[in-house]
């Protein structure tokens, strides 16, 4: 028993320390195949040995799937709100009053003011005992267990020179790559997009389940420490000292003895924010010296030693026209303001994401309101306030729909989610031609029919199911309104080549919830074809790389449903192939395992398709965004140059598409 309790006691500390490398130094010692071992081998020594539990172990940070209520906790410290400004006239007048008050030489600390949710983290010997969200300043929920869960976040502190206890707060983030691909899978699926990384961040950090938290990515950066035996008298000292320990503090905070300096980098960080991996929306700025703190003190609301100067977000204001309520494939049900016309950074808007019931109760809009919309992160516009000012009196309010506005069944909204969905998948006809949309897609099964001819065929009760589509003969459609024999053969002809579809495409074509591209692939190399697949259990679905319960679910509900039983043999019979090529599955190699790739620019040798489907052939993984974890760009001609100095400012690889088929032994291909 010694020898294997001090065993996982070195696996553990081995991979806290793979982990702080991997998160908070962005700089990985060894591959994720590596990592992924070690970590499976403490895993089945905890189960062999329960006696020796840690809730604080590496093991434990993918989360329970327990749900419970959060509790409400006091802040020994008051959470106060940080006065904001817009204007470098407070900013100086912030300056002046300090100097003035202290009547003593001080240096001010700039931080980047990250747009995430507050949190505040209790460790008492170096253990992390508990994570306390904001909440009204006074109080906040208890989020412990979800914020174990994020990997960034020391469980165990490094060193030795820490407080007895201590509190430290920080901001949990979600990062725009993430954000985006999250908000990608949610559009893919249906559901209601996030506004905002903050907003998602937020949400995440409150859902009851840990195990989703996990899965969600979040990160977090730490900017104050609170205690009565800090080891340091400054502010940035004190900073740089929880570095040490294991936190993630920016890198971009900086210490300034004029406002000449302080202004410089306001000037810097309005530019260059727009380069980093995360949110930000301004900087704050504070007294270093933690005794001129202590002397200048707080006012009623806020601490007069800081100040918060936000950056100025693009936006108009126009006037709300309409609300539409569009229903996805999914049956999510989601409202879209429609503008008066404004130009808005470069571009003219006519439409904004509502996202959701809740976002227009808080706004309380009305027809004919004037409203203000900004680019969310530069890229979603959205209505962020009204002007109740200019409203004119009597105008009608907008509210969420309580039936659906195609087929008027009753919506539902699901416990957990914002989305309020409509239940009658089968007859509802968006949700019907959505679904097929998603079938004839490129990357699904690359038929010949677009959005037009779906829903000519759909209006000629041709097809109700994408199983119709196989069934369709050229007499059936060549008499149809802008159709002929050409345009007939034509689509007959994909029909038939799309029988040569690889399994992994018709997979994802079914469009099961959650199941994108990736996700199909991962399934259809593990279980080779459909029959397997819609045996399996629960088990043997979450045993897949990057297969949570979720997805599992989702696959179990859908297979078990009698109609895409059904659907699944017509399928069949129509010749669809429902079982990854022989020759596919020799293919796969994992010379590539533990790589992640973005490719970027146009290439000679193969599309970037085709080098996307050889970089997961061979185990790699393709991501959109260049981040940390990224190890090559592959890059070919014409490529984006901000995603090229991305890739060199984070120290990916560059390679050009000879090197990469080199390295998969295809040299000349």
């Not at 106060?80 to 100097?99: I, K």
Request: charged share 25%; glycine share 6%; proline share 4%.
């Amino acid at each position: 028993m010694p020898d294997i309790n001090k065993h996982i006691k070195s696996l553990r500390e081995e991979i806290d320390t793979h982990n702080y490398n991997y998160y908070v130094l962005s700089s990985p010692s060894i591959s994720d195949f590596e990592f992924d071992k070690k970590l499976k081998e403490l895993e089945a020594l905890e189960i062999a040995h329960p006696e020796l539990f840690d809730p604080n172990s590496p093991s434990q940070r993918v989360g329970s799937d327990i749900n419970k209520n959060f509790q409400q906790v006091g802040h020994q410290y008051p959470m106060l709100s940080l006065s904001n400004t817009y204007s470098e006239t407070e900013v100086l007048e912030f300056y002046n009053r300090t100097q003035k008050l202290l009547k003593e030489d001080f240096e001010i600390v700039s931080e980047l003011k990250y747009d995430g949710t507050s949190i505040s983290l209790i460790y008492e010997q170096g253990i992390l005992k508990q994570a306390i969200t904001r909440g009204d300043g006074s109080k906040g929920d208890d989020v412990t267990a979800n914020v174990r869960t994020i990997k960034s976040i020391p469980l165990k502190l490094r060193g030795h020179d820490f407080p007895d206890k201590f509190e430290i707060r920080g901001e949990i983030l979600m990062p725009w790559p993430v954000f985006e691909s999250l908000n990608a899978e949610r559009e893919e699926n249906g559901e209601a997009l996030f506004a905002n990384p903050r907003n998602a961040a937020s949400g995440t950090l409150k859902l009851q389940n840990p195990s989703v938290v996990a899965a969600r990515r979040l990160d977090a950066y730490f900017y104050y420490l609170l205690g009565e035996s800090l080891p340091e008298k400054g502010h940035l000292e004190n900073l740089l000292k929880a570095k040490e320990w294991g936190f993630k503090i920016s890198e971009y905070t900086k210490k300034h003895t004029s406002i000449e300096s302080v202004f410089e980098n306001i000037k810097f960080w309005d530019i260059e924010r727009r380069n980093l991996p995360v949110a930000t929306d301004g900087l704050v700025l504070k007294v270093n010296s933690l005794l001129q703190q202590k002397n200048l003190g707080f006012t009623a609301k806020s601490p007069r030693w800081a100040i918060a100067y936000k950056f100025q977000a693009q936006e108009a204001q126009t006037i709300l026209r309409s609300v539409d309520f569009q229903v996805g494939r999914t049956g999510a049900v989601t409202p879209v303001a429609n503008l008066e016309p404004v130009l808005l950074s470069g571009t003219i808007v006519k439409r904004a994401s509502l996202h959701n019931a809740d976002i227009i109760a808080s706004l309380d809009l009305h027809l004919g309101d004037m409203v203000y919309v900004e680019k969310g992160g530069e890229i979603i516009p959205k209505i962020i306030a009204v002007n109740k000012e200019a409203r004119i009196a009597g105008r009608q309010k907008v509210v969420f729909i309580e039936n659906c506005p195609q087929c008027s069944s009753i919506l539902i909204r699901k416990e957990g989610e914002a989305a309020y969905y409509c239940p009658n998948e089968d007859a509802c006809p968006p949700q019907i031609k959505g679904k097929i949309l998603h079938f004839v897609g490129r990357k699904a099964m690359n038929i010949s029919a677009g959005s037009e001819t779906i829903e000519h065929f759909f209006n000629a009760n041709l097809i109700s199911n994408v199983g119709d589509l196989f069934s369709i003969k050229e007499n059936d459609i060549v008499h149809l309104e802008g159709w002929g024999e050409r345009s007939a053969s034509v689509f007959l002809e994909s029909i038939e080549t799309s029988k040569n579809t690889p399994f992994e495409n018709v997979l994802y074509a079914l469009g099961i919830r959650f199941v994108g591209e990736t996700v199909a692939k991962r399934l259809a190399y593990t279980f080779h074809d459909i029959d397997k697949l819609a045996k399996a259990n629960l088990e043997e679905l979450v045993a897949v790389d990057e297969i949570g319960e979720r997805i599992a679910q989702s696959l179990l509900d859908f297979f078990a449903k009698e109609k895409n039983q059904i659907l699944i043999q017509r399928l069949k019979d129509a010749g669809l192939k429902m079982e990854i090529d022989e020759t596919r599955r020799i293919e796969k190699t994992e010379m590539l395992k533990g790589l992640t790739f973005v490719i970027s620019g146009t290439f000679q040798k193969h599309s970037r398709d085709e080098y996307k489907d050889l970089i997961e052939k061979n185990g790699g993984k393709n991501v959109g965004s260049i981040s940390s974890k990224t190890n090559y760009m592959l890059a070919g001609e014409n490529m984006g140059p901000s995603k090229l100095e991305k890739a060199q400012k984070i120290g990916a690889e560059i390679i050009d598409e000879e090197t990469f088929l080199k390295l998969i032994d295809k040299e000349g291909l």
